[in-house]
């Protein structure tokens, strides 16, 4: 049987994964799947413009209080602290990608697609130099990797979720590949290390996964 430790493991291996591929990436894919994806015209598709907002921190972080406040009101402690878990991690991990979106200052695909612009301009600031890492895979992989840490069951197909969701992202051409994988990695860390932090400094009071017993 999977020990939680080997499990950890495992994760912080996914992590690690997801930022090896994002470095070949950027140098061999990025450009030619953007293109690819552009000429394909997925950006019209309404499924995929409906499920890329489910990367929007909003989604997450407004449920996990709402059950935060209640689960705390009912005394439901193991609840309120998963939530309290999504909350960290999401915020935490979404202040982190908003300033290495700015120090990398990195264009966006509609430069290349429009006038063949491509690059980073660190530093920069807009929409069009906000590219890398992509917050919405950022969340994705903050708030699917809390729930696969909650419910280690569903691991694996909630951790594909999250891939799917910060897929559309290149498929609309608001990102390139290498933006969705780094900001996959960003929010899973943001996740772990939440939990790891967690552990470390609180043990007695650190949320149980679902299936197993507290102790």
């Not at 989604?59 to 406040?69: R, T």
């Not at 939530?83 to 935490?92: E, I, K, P, Q």
């Not at 559309?168 to 990695?185: E, F, K, M, P, Q």
Request: one cysteine or more.
């Amino acid at each position: 049987m999977t020990t939680a430790r080997e499990s950890q493991r495992t994760l912080w291996l996914l992590v690690g994964a997801l930022v090896a591929l994002a470095v070949p990436a950027h140098f061999a894919l990025d450009e030619r799947v953007a293109r690819a994806a552009h000429d394909a015209k997925l950006v019209q598709s309404q499924v995929l413009q409906w499920t890329t907002e489910l990367g929007e921190g909003v989604w997450w972080l407004v449920p996990a209080g709402v059950v935060f406040v209640v689960a705390a009101w009912r005394k439901q402690h193991n609840l309120a602290r998963w939530a309290f878990a999504m909350l960290a991690a999401v915020g935490a991990s979404g202040l982190v990608v908003n300033l290495l979106k700015i120090l990398a200052g990195r264009m966006r695909p509609k430069l290349l697609l429009e006038n063949g612009r491509s690059g980073f301009e660190p530093l920069s600031t807009g929409y069009d130099f906000s590219s890398f890492p992509s917050g919405h895979s950022t969340t994705c992989g903050a708030a699917l990797m809390v729930l696969a840490l909650a419910f280690p069951r569903w691991r694996w197909p909630l951790l594909a979720i999250s891939v799917a969701i910060a897929s559309t992202r290149v498929a609309i051409t608001a990102h390139y590949l290498s933006d969705i994988l780094a900001g996959l990695a960003l929010g899973m860390t943001g996740a772990l290390a939440t939990i790891a932090i967690w552990r470390r400094r609180w043990p007695k009071s650190v949320p149980v996964p679902a299936g197993t017993t507290a102790g």
